[in-house]
Structure formats: C-alpha cells, structure tokens
C-alpha cells in the first residue's frame, strides 16, 4: 500500500473512533438522565410525579405525564395573568394631605401663542426693509409671495390642500437661501412686538427679562419661566424661590398684550381674535397634553390656578422616570414622535423639544409626506417602535378656571393697569382699557391649599411571590424547595452521575 493510501486509511479510523467516542457518550448521557430522572421523580416533592416512572403500564406512565404536563400549563398561565394584573393595578393613588400648602406648588410655566403666523406689517416690513430686498426668481412677483404666505398655516396643520402655492413660496425661500423657521421669526408676531407689559408680584419689569421665543408645534411662540430658560429670569426673587403665596386678586402674574385686527392677519393658526395660552410644568415642552385656553382680544381675563401635587413612595421609584426634563412622559413621547417623522419623512418638526444637531428641519417641500405621516407614525409607534417612556415618579397636575370681561365694561374689570406713563403718555388708564385691540391676563392661585398625592404599591412583591406559589402549590404540589430539588438532581447529581459513569467506562477499557 502507498504511503497516501495509509495516511487516508488513518484519518479515516481517527475519525470512526471520535464518532463512536461520542455515540457513546451521547448514549452515557441519555442513560445518565433517564437515571437521575427515575431517582428525582421517587424522590421529589412534587405531588404525582413519581408514578410517570413506577407505574406498571407504559399506558399509566402517559397518563400521568399529560396530566403533570397540562396541570404545569394551567399553573403557568395562571401566573403568567398575575403578573399582568401586578404590573397593571398595582399602583394605587393614595391622598396624603388635603390642607397642602399652595405655596409650596412650583410656579407652572406659560406658553403664549399668538394666532397669526403671518402679520400684514411684518410681511411688508420684510418684502420692503430687508437691506438685501428679496429676490424673486424668474416667472414670480411680490404678489406671488404675499399670495403664497397666506397658506403658511400648512407649515403647523400639514394636509397638503394648496401644493402649487407653496411650491412657489419655496422657489421664493430657496433663491433667497431662507428657512420656513427664519421666515416665521420675520413675519410672524414676536414677543417684543405684542407684549405691551408685563408685572410680576404687582411690579413692573421689562417683558424681555421674562418671555423668550420657543419653537413650538404652535409656531414661534413666547415662553415664561422655562427650565432650560437663556433670558436672565433667574435673576428675579421670586423665580429664584420658584413659588408664590398670592391668591385671588393678588395676582402672580400679569400681562398687558397687543392684538391685531383681522385685516392685519395674513396666516393664522386659530379663528378669532386673541391669544392661545398653555399653561404646563417648567420641564414639560411638548405641549401635547397640557392645560390651554383662550385670552379674547378686548377682555381681561383672570386665570385661577390649581395645583395637585404628586409625589412616589420609594418602592414605586423603579416603575417611573425621575423628574429631570430627559425623562418627563411627554418629552420622551414627542422625542420619539420626532424620530418615527424622521424615519417617514426624513426631517425634524418644530416642537418644544430640542433639535438634534445634523437634522435637516421640516421645510416646505416635507408638507406631502407630513401630511401622510401622522396616521403612519401613530401606528409606528404603537407596532414597531419601543419608545419605553416611564410614568413621572414626580409631577404637579395644575388646572385652570377663566374669568373674563370686556375691557370696556369698566365696572365688571376685576384690577384695571396701572401703566408707566413715560410709555402711554398719550393714553390714560381707561383709554388703554377700551382699546379694541388689547387682551389682558392676570394669573394668580384659586384658593391657599391643595392635595398632595402619593404612588403606592397597592399588592406587594410578597404578596405577588404567595400568590404565584399558591398557584403552582394547587396544580402541583410544590413549592421552592421542589425548585432547589430540581436544580440539585438536574445540575449538580446529574454531572456527578455521569462523570462516574465515563470513569467506569474508561476503567473496562483499559481492562
């Protein structure tokens, strides 16, 4: 025989005998666990398991393993639907205090919203004083551009019902290298333009120290006593101790703003005249489920405030987020609305949450896809993605009752302004008053106390833990220590058995 032969002849024999090595030991370890079965069902605590070996008929030993099998099934379904219960009732409301002080209620934030988007006078002031005039690309006027800003309103409600308009306003935008965001903060209603005054505690202070511009799914709007705040509003006493004593018409906070006509209001996002008005927690920016009303241009309006105080206890903490603005309910749902309209249409919409840098914003040319993304992105949140927002382990739930009058029925005014006369030297108070176009807001606390609300755990893990075992001792018979029994015969007696058997094996080898 050749010497390749050979070498063949080997490596053939080399591998039978490693198959054969290890039939046998699949056949040793098959052995080893019909054992260690046989002796743990004798042995076991486990009511019925013994007679799946020591009953006298194959028929019998059947019989009682679907019995064991389809009891085991009963136990764990049943405790698979404790445990949803657990997870879903297991936290109970508990009122911990009636009289709780409303002192103590962090001051909420308000977001003011004016309705129109595009100002008559601030189009024309930016079609007109712009130091770089706005070039109009070939085929396109002036009027197209005012025609077009009309149907802006699809830029915050998408539905894509005038495509050929905002086609042209975005030829417009692009020649001009313009963003829809940098258009809006040109012809859209600023803060310093419709905040007229503003008091705080009774004391007149400049509204720019309190009201910044926020990006909101509203628009460009004016936010007060944000978290994330850049204005110097920190710097005020009573935002540094971020809570106030005054109720009824000792008012907290109040505002003297400016209203357009109608004529004046190219784009709006509301019908009627005013101001809309969210009112909402520091660190909350999404503005999806907050408390909002209306301020009527013409009236005074009195917003009492409410406030209910919730709180955890500490073995509610693992179930909830803590109380930074990352983690609140609302900002995480937005967020991870933001990243389904990411993933259908490829850019960011406005929304009070950051923008993440290196994402393009939604601009005019998303308004098709926009508008078919919403019913997409509720069911890609609900089927595909996993937002895994938490529950607040901390939150003050604020409320609101509106009282208005018209601000020329003088005698039903519940405080009327007392303006800085080097601003409104032309005006007296009872002028201003009457003014068609003025809204003015108060804001103060309802009444001296509220309620502070807890989190508990209404069933214990205890309780849980009995009850699962209950379950399992009704079907079967055991308990955790049938548990340790089985992790000792199958994990531990198991691996001693059948390391003795591959030594007895190895001894009849050699011998």
Known sequence: MSLHGTEILQKRTKRFRMIKASLRMITNLRSTLVEVYEEFSVKSTISGLKYTTLAQTKFGRCFWAIILLSFLGFAISLAMCSYKRYQSTSINMVIINTQYPMSMIDLPAVTLCHGGIVMMHKLISFLTSN??????????????????????????????YFPDELDKLHQILSANRLTLLELFENVSANCSDFLLMCQLEGKTVPC????????????????????????????????????????????????????????DRVASIMHGDGVKVFVHERNVYSLLEVVEFMAPAGHESVAQLTGTKLTSASNCMTGCADPGAENRYQNCYMRCWKSAVWELCGCQIMSGVPMEHGRQACDLPHIPCLARAAPRANSILKQEWQCDCLADCKSTVYGIAVATAPLNAAQ?????????????????????????NVTALHFTFAKQSTRLLQRRMMISSTYILSYVGGIFALFLGCSIISLIEILYYFCVFSVSKFKDKNRQRDAVTIH
């Open 412 to 436: 039903y005014s519940p405080s009327p302004f007392q303006y800085i006369k080097s601003k409104y030297e032309l005006f007296d108070s009872k002028e201003v008053l009457r003014h068609q």
């Open 131 to 160: 130091p770089k005039r706005i070039f109009m690309p070939r085929g396109l006027t002036r009027a197209d551009f005012e025609n077009s800003s009309r149907y802006l309103r699809e830029a915050i409600y998408p539905k894509n």
């Open 208 to 263: 720019s120290t309190l009201f910044e511009p926020v990006v909101t799914p509203n628009g460009i709007c004016c936010a007060f006593n944000y978290e994330n705040s850049q204005v110097s509003q920190r710097s005020n006493e009573l935002l540094k101790r971020s809570n106030s004593a005054r109720i009824g018409p000792h008012f907290i906070l109040s505002l003297l703003m400016k209203s357009y006509s109608s004529e």
